[in-house]
């Protein structure tokens, strides 16, 4: 979500940050009736209570979007608008206008407006198992929208890219900005480039065209206070080089971007009106303040005047929080600003209890405001003098310019030391002449202005008094307790601490021994939420205060012991059989941090849920390895780090596998001994074959299929005939039968032939042969002849194994002759070479 009013974000969690600062006490002045009353569309735009209806009725019927923040708009070519949104819920509101704690959170999504109506939302991955439009870099980074533009026939999206830091709402940092592409009309993701730019400042609060060039708006942190920067870039190209505004002119370097101004959002609005530019955004130089201010200058660069009160937002007084302003000058009505701010709520409960508070709301307003005549305003108070008390509050006297029980008087600050370009409305007008401001940081040096307020006005200010103030440390929170939730997370809640907006938590592990404090988040208000705990295991926690005088001492620890409830049955489960004899199953996800396990049984087999499920980490699971016409059984249970959860309702689907229909190609055949290896190319090439083969030489006529299939594009097909020829064909099978046979290929297995055979004569009637390896898995066998006897050949009846052999039980002075032979155990070879020896 977006912390406009205190200029930060908060974490794109599971479910939306919590806006935990308290609020600030002070409510600004209401200035005169700026709201434009509703009327229906003339024709030329749209009224802003239109829209505030349309997003409430589409998030609560549309079953795909259930509220966001950020509203950026972009017209498309085709008169088409684009709605982009950060931190957004997706999913249906439930009959009584909440919505789910399981509803799916993405941290940004877009919605598509038709002419007056929303038509459809956009985002990443399936209905099913959701994603953000633009997707995460890093499992702990994500990018936040910034606005559009239509260059050509592509959307250009500027998004900014964090990384989180801790579990709070302001435990995040910024690490870049990139443009994201997308094809029209289609939104088709084309692009996602890095642009040549650092992390000081998050661009794209707003895309302005004016005349050559295009305007880029950003927003950069610094501590409590936000501002505005300016680059551009020649024609509508934002991929286009960049310049940066110096204060003085146009740089290509960042590093020297000037402040326009202080106190914007992370989104505002910038738009010319007739020869002036008007900025608008929720009043930032004052925390959470309700109230929606513009500034105007001459130029794109400022210098700005002001700040004009436009409109306080009414969700203020519910205790909700407004933030990011911005306009949209494509859909405003003629004379008016159109605006949109966005709400959210301290406590994240009420976000899922009532959908409609995290939704954007519009407004208008006329413009350019009408002035009052200087003669009637009443004059401004005198001798304003500021003092610090020592107790962090700030001391105003004043003379009031005349006795009048009319006469109110309004308090403006500036924080020099912040670097606050303009003043800002502190409360309510008040009565008397003194006034107590709070909410100071110490050492800082403010400035304060009064004016006088009168039924026909506001007077010009009074003369500045400055001070610098003095705020000691804050009190340790008190009255900490901790409850544990079901999902792994405990809740912490203490006691207000007077004028503090931020809290440090701090948990360690007592279970696993952990001594020292690790720092959970840095977290605003009375309430934080520590999540992703171990279950059954114990924590120990304390609680900082951060005031505008330091760190507060920690306070007393409690413990908790985190527990994790399984998670419910998965829903929508459906099974599709497909062609290859698989069925792909998926179900409605879960939240985060949940795995699934799938259950499965062999009906037709008569099998039961007894087996090893298939673990997996999303909603969708093909089920492989079916046996043919079989009909299954499936289920899915959900599982965390308590266990798993009861199984969901079963679905029923038959295996039915489609014949192979395409013929592998390349079928090629090398010969070995009593072996052919064969290899080819499929489109299937994880598939299983069947080989083929006939024996040529024997006279076959018909093709026999090989027993055993092979899985893959090769095979060895061994126990052949050497010497005969055979052909070879390759057909893909699976469980419904073989497809078409390839193309045969022909080839004759031949064992090889033993080279470099010797005979040595060693005496007592035996002759020691040795000759060289043919290779392995093969044997030999020795055949002699008695020449001097005349005898014809004979084979020695014992097989060798390895290259040599002694020939035994010889005649004296006859003479040999030897040759050896390969065999496999069904054919011999041809036999080497002959050598002769006499035998001594």
Do not use: C
Not at 212 to 226: I, K, L, M, W
Not at 240 to 268: H, K, M
């Amino acid at each position: 979500m977006t912390d406009s009013a205190t200029g930060r974000r908060a974490t794109g969690a599971r479910r939306p940050a919590r806006w935990l600062l308290a609020l600030h006490t002070a409510v600004l002045l209401a200035v005169g009736p700026a709201v434009v009353p509703d009327r229906p569309t003339d024709g030329h735009g749209i009224s802003a209570a239109r829209l505030t209806a349309l997003f409430d009725s589409y998030g609560d019927t549309s079953g795909r979007w259930s509220g966001a923040d950020r509203t950026a708009s972009v017209t498309l070519p085709d008169g088409r608008v684009l709605w982009l949104f950060s931190d957004t819920f997706l999913g249906p509101v439930q009959p009584d206008g909440s919505r789910p704690r399981t509803a799916p959170f993405i941290n940004n999504s877009a919605v598509v407006q038709q002419g007056g109506e929303l038509r459809e939302t956009v985002h990443g991955r399936s209905a099913a198992d959701p994603a953000s439009l633009v997707p995460r870099p890093a499992a702990d980074q994500f990018y936040w929208i910034g606005d559009a533009t239509v260059a050509g026939q592509s959307l250009q999206v500027l998004v900014n890219r964090y990384r989180r830091t801790g579990s709070g709402p302001l435990d995040h940092a910024l690490l870049g900005t990139a443009l994201a592409t997308f094809a029209l009309p289609a939104l088709t993701p084309t692009g996602l480039r890095p642009l040549p730019v650092g992390s000081r400042i998050s661009w794209g609060s707003e895309v302005l065209h004016d005349g050559d060039h295009t305007y880029v708006y950003g927003t950069e942190g610094a501590g409590e206070a936000r501002f505005a920067h300016v680059a551009r870039v020649t024609g509508d190209d934002l991929a286009g080089p960049w310049e940066f505004w110096t204060g003085a002119g146009w740089s290509p370097s960042e590093d020297v971007s000037a402040r326009l101004l202080s106190g914007v959002g992370t989104a505002y609005g910038v738009q010319r009106v007739g020869g002036r530019y008007v900025l608008v955004t929720q009043q930032n130089n004052v925390v959470f303040s309700p109230d929606l201010v513009a500034y105007t200058a001459d130029s794109p660069t400022g210098p700005f005047e002001g700040p004009d009160y436009l409109y306080r937002a009414p969700e203020n007084e519910a205790g909700h929080i407004v933030y990011d302003a911005d306009l949209h000058p494509d859909l405003a009505r003629p004379g008016r600003l159109l605006i949109s701010y966005n709400v959210n709520d301290l406590d994240d409960a009420v976000t899922y209890a009532d959908a409609r508070v995290y939704r954007p709301r519009f407004v208008e307003v006329a413009w350019p405001r009408r002035r009052s005549d200087p003669a009637d305003l009443p004059p401004p108070p005198a001798d304003l003098t500021a003092v610090a008390d020592g107790t962090g509050h700030a001391r105003l006297a004043w003379r009031a310019p005349r006795a009048d029980d009319e006469l109110r008087y309004q308090v403006h600050r500036r924080d020099v030391t912040a670097g606050q370009t303009h003043f800002v409305r502190l409360g309510e007008p008040v009565t008397n002449p003194g006034y107590s401001a709070d909410y100071l940081v110490n050492g800082h040096d403010y400035e304060f202005r009064v004016t006088t307020v009168s039924g026909r006005g506001e007077s010009r200010p009074s003369a500045v008094a400055r001070m610098t103030a003095r705020v000691p440390p804050p009190a340790p929170p008190a009255g900490v307790r901790a409850v544990a939730g079901v999902a792994g997370d405990v809740t912490l809640r203490w006691d207000p601490v007077p004028y503090v907006q931020l809290f440090r938590v701090q948990q360690r592990n007592l279970t696993t021994g952990q001594r020292t404090w690790s720092l959970v988040g840095t977290h605003t208000g009375t309430s934080a939420t520590v999540g992703s705990l171990r279950h059954a295991e114990t924590y120990e926690f304390t609680v900082v205060a951060v005031g505008g005088g330091g760190d507060s001492r920690p306070s007393v620890p409690v413990r908790a012991t985190a527990f994790v409830a399984p998670p419910p049955a998965p829903t929508g489960l459906t099974a599709a059989p497909r062609p290859d004899g698989t069925i792909a199953l998926t179900w409605t996800t879960l939240d985060r941090g949940v795995s699934y396990q799938v259950h499965r049984r062999d009906v037709t087999g008569g099998e039961s849920w007894l087996g090893q499920p298939s673990p997996e980490s999303g909603a969708e699971h093909i089920a492989r390895y079916l046996a043919h016409d079989h009909e299954y059984e499936f289920t899915v249970t959900a599982v965390n780090s308590g266990g798993a959860g009861p199984m969901s309702a079963p679905v029923r689907a038959r295996a039915r596998y489609t014949p192979p229909t395409a013929t592998p190609t390349g079928l090629r055949a090398e010969p070995g001994p009593g072996s052919v290896e064969l290899t080819w190319r499929s489109a299937n090439s994880g598939g299983w074959y069947e080989v083929h083969r006939r024996d040529v030489t024997a006279g076959e006529r018909e093709f026999t299929a090989e027993e055993v299939r092979v899985n893959g594009t090769g095979a060895t097909v061994i126990q052949l005939r050497n010497g005969h020829e055979y052909e070879f064909a390759v057909a893909a099978v699976n469980q419904a039968g073989a497809g078409p046979l390839s193309e045969p290929v022909r080839v004759t297995p031949q064992l090889p032939t033993p080279t470099g055979l010797t005979a040595t004569a060693t005496g007592a009637g035996e002759v020691r042969l040795s000759w060289r390896s043919v290779g392995a898995g093969l044997f030999y066998r020795v055949q002699l002849r008695d020449v001097t006897a005349g005898e014809a050949w004979r084979t020695d009846p014992y097989p060798v194994q390895e290259t040599d052999h002694t020939a035994v039980l010889l005649i004296r002075d006859h003479r040999y002759e030897f040759r050896v032979v390969v065999l496999d155990g069904t054919d011999e070879g041809p036999p080497s070479a002959t050598v002769g020896v006499i035998v001594r």
